[in-house]
């Protein structure tokens, strides 16, 4: 029955094309390696993750130029790969977007495809890199900003600091405002244009008085300065 249908007579595996194509997948990992480490925007550590993007690409080469050459051994791929389980959690869309590239890079190689897989992912991040590029452009930057002031004198402190945020920022918004006894804290969310900014607006209030306290974190809750 299997020689009916042609199952169990794999086609012949060219080694030349096999390792040529791995070669392909070397550079074009190197390139989507960089390309991950200099361009990514994502949180977590980028070296340890790009440095697993090479090992996908060419087992997927691997996989794949095997797998096409017999339909039986692609029946036992599935049966294999139906008890693998992968827990490691992909934590970013941006993560997964480059393990997608790097897949589908492989599959390319592996089909043979080796010219349009090439011309393809390097169009891609190409793609990908002008992008980010203006998305850095018109980027600014989301910080909360934590104001305290333990003897703050009567009067309208918080009209004065309310004053100083919104002129040195483009958008402010009062979160939390705590005002016990002669202790005033004030928690902002302002989107800043540049560093000089911020530094502008740190100093002017610095002189307000020598014993407010500045604290300023990102939206990510990580310290920014």
């Avoid at 169990?8 to 070397?26: E, I, K, M, R, Y």
């Amino acid at each position: 029955m299997l020689e009916q249908f042609n199952l169990s007579s794999p086609a012949p595996l060219s080694l030349a094309t096999l390792l040529f194509n791995l070669a392909v997948g070397f550079v074009l990992a190197l390139l989507l390696r960089w390309h991950f480490k200099r361009f990514s925007s994502t949180l977590a550590s980028r070296t340890e993750f790009a440095h697993v993007l090479p090992f996908v690409l060419l087992t997927t080469t691997l996989i794949i130029t095997i797998v096409k050459s017999s339909l039986a051994l692609s029946l036992g791929l599935v049966g294999a790969l139906s008890i693998v389980r992968f827990r490691t959690p992909i934590k970013e869309p941006e993560e997964l977007a480059y393990l997608f590239l790097a897949i589908a890079i492989g599959l390319g190689l592996g089909a043979e495809q080796t010219l349009p897989t090439s011309i393809s992912a390097i169009a891609i991040m190409a793609v990908m890199t002008l992008l980010q590029r203006m998305r850095k452009d018109r980027e600014h930057r989301n910080l909360y900003l934590s104001i305290d002031w333990e003897d703050a004198p009567e009067g309208e402190q918080l009209d004065r600091i309310n004053e100083l945020v919104a002129k040195h920022t483009l958008k402010s918004d009062l979160r939390r405002y705590d005002m016990r006894g002669s202790a005033l804290e004030a928690t902002y969310f302002i989107d800043i244009e540049d560093v000089a900014s911020l530094t502008t607006l740190q100093n002017e209030l610095r002189d307000l008085s020598k014993a407010i306290g500045i604290t300023l974190i990102d939206q990510n809750q990580m310290p920014s300065i």
